[in-house]
């Protein structure tokens, strides 16, 4: 399953491998894609996953965040 996120405040790799860290500690999360610069996070989960559970773990790294549809 793949979930896509929009992320404000993603500035450059640093941000990038923040938010890489705090999503691959999510317990299911198997792999991110991170686009710098349209602030878009694709995440692969082996199993569902509450969309909350995604954002939670995004804002706990610094950064908003929201599901896109």
Sequence with gaps: MII????????CGGCANAIRAALAA???VTSTSIDIASGRVAVETA???????LIAAVEAAGYEASVER
């Design 4 to 11: 896509h996120l929009k992320v404000s405040g993603i500035h």
């Design 26 to 28: 999510t317990p299911a």
């Design 47 to 53: 199993t569902a996953i509450d969309d909350a559970t």
